[in-house]
């Protein structure tokens, strides 16, 4: 039992350090978005004596998420993490949320092992999927599960390496039914 | 704490000593996400698998901790290197109310 406990316990303070790695990660964010907010009235205040207004908007409108996007979007987008070596299969259009199956391959840099990966659902009302921890590392991985989709949105893997370096990559899909809420 | 809930471990591919095969685990476990309400507006409690851990010859090679992003039902497929010796997968689950299970397989070795 108390071997159970303690297993248990060593879970959960997996879960709290990357819990404190997505709060951390969440000061980008802020500092984008109030860059954002200065930038945009910048752009619009001057009159149209000057074209600039246009392709100042316009720069800032590429660089920026769909104003639906959750802050944790918002931050993993702003990382901008290398996503070389993860390559992920998911569907386009999934239809229902329910059990979206998520293929995931992942092929360690050279002389690097996969230590970590955890699967992250930003627009969901838990977006912690899944976390993953490899007591042997390998140098590739192939995993695959079936995820639980709130909306329409970017599935994002993060990969941990053995050196401590993060990778991440992202998948987009679209939901016509949402889980998680209702049905089943 | 006795469970009703079954699981099923597979081991697909040729297990030769030291070649790495998928092992698929599939748990026919609700995962309630605790964020539905019932047909009387009462939110139906949380009920997920809090912990997933899979070794092989007792020695660990996998610890999950699923959150509520997964499906009811939840599948996984990872790879397992096959000891030289053989032996067994073992994939024990545990839940938040206490539920817990295992599942085991055994290699089957070609030579």
């Known amino acids: 039992m108390a071997k159970l406990l303690r297993r248990r316990s060593l879970a959960l303070n997996a879960f709290k350090v990357l819990g404190a790695l997505g709060s951390l990660s969440a000061l980008p964010w802020l500092a984008a978005r109030s860059a954002h907010a200065q930038a945009v009235p910048k752009g619009v205040t001057p009159s149209s004596t000057t074209s600039s207004p246009v392709t100042s908007a316009a720069a800032v409108a590429d660089d920026t998420e769909p104003d639906n996007a959750s802050p944790l979007a918002r931050s993993l987008k702003a990382q901008r993490l290398p996503s070389d070596g993860i390559v992920l299969d998911f569907p386009r259009l999934a239809d229902t949320g329910n059990a979206v199956p998520l293929v995931i391959d992942v092929q360690a840099p050279a002389g690097l092992t996969v230590v970590a990966l955890e699967i992250l659902l930003p627009e969901n009302p838990n977006p912690n999927a899944l976390l993953l921890a490899l007591p042997e590392p390998l140098v590739s991985y192939r995993f695959s599960t079936r995820l639980r989709l709130a909306a329409s949105q970017d599935a994002w893997v993060i990969v941990r390496y053995s050196d401590g370096s993060k990778r991440a990559a992202h998948a987009p899909t679209i939901i016509t039914s949402s889980a998680c809420f209702d049905g089943t | ?111």
Do not use: C
């Open chain 2, 1 to 111: 704490m006795a469970t009703s809930i079954r699981s099923r471990l597979t081991l697909v591919g040729l297990a030769r000593p030291g070649s790495t095969i998928e092992a698929r685990w599939i748990v026919g476990h609700p995962m309630e996400t605790g964020f539905r309400l019932d047909d009387g507006g009462q939110r139906i409690k949380q009920n997920i698998i809090t912990s997933i851990r899979v070794r092989v010859n007792d020695k660990p090679v996998l610890d999950m901790v699923p959150g509520t992003g997964l499906s009811s039902q939840p599948y996984f497929a990872f790879p397992v290197v096959v000891p030289a010796g053989g032996g067994t997968v073992t994939v024990e689950w545990r839940d938040d109310r206490g539920d817990s299970g295992s599942t085991q397989q055994a290699f089957v070795l070609v030579p």
